[in-house]
């Protein structure tokens, strides 16, 4: 049994409610757009993780992160990229490549939109878990756990950490 931190977009900013969270998760999984080496290594020493770059992360993430990540895990064949799509309307390229790596989950992120739903097409669960940090035009900010547990996919959670602008009117209080 794996409990995942899913989270996306952060664009620089780690929220620490991100963290309470995440307390408990075994592994954190990061869809793209870290957007700092700094978000990077909180994340990594905080908890095991596995991530992939996005078209604001630099060379620097980029030497860190792949663009891709392909693994297995519980019984489940997972591939995460930062760009995609949604089911019914994938990025160019995009369909080739599920029907190439087969995913039983196929995460994403890019879009800033929470949205998890079975593709029927590819028999796969799509999971974008919308955006974490403060750039963008997202009005709520978002995060996923689950667990994965020997082929099973349980407990399910999509988390609303507080609105995008809130926190910037909160911020600028301080």
């Known amino acids: 049994m794996t409990r995942i931190g899913l989270i996306s977009d952060t664009h620089g900013h780690i929220d620490e409610r991100i963290l309470h969270y995440f307390k408990d998760v075994d592994q954190i999984w990061h869809a793209g757009d870290i957007g700092t080496v700094e978000v990077s290594d909180t994340l990594e020493a905080f908890k095991p993780l596995v991530a992939v770059y996005g078209n604001i992360d630099g060379h620097e993430l980029r030497r860190i992160h792949p663009l891709e990540q392909y693994f297995k895990l519980e019984g489940f064949t997972i591939w995460m990229t930062h760009i995609a799509g949604r089911p019914g309307r994938y990025s ?9 790596r087969k995913p039983d989950i196929m995460i994403c992120g890019h879009s800033h939109i929470l949205k998890i739903m079975r593709d029927q097409r590819f ?13 963008g035009f997202h009005k709520m900010r978002t995060i996923v756990r689950f667990t994965l547990d020997q082929g099973e996919i349980k407990d399910m959670e999509a988390i609303e950490l507080g609105l995008r602008s809130q926190f910037n009117e909160e911020s600028n209080k301080s």
């Open 123 to 135: 028999n796969c669960l799509h999971i974008n878990p919308g955006a974490a940090g403060l750039k």
């Open 92 to 100: 160019k390229g995009i369909p080739d490549l599920v029907r190439l």
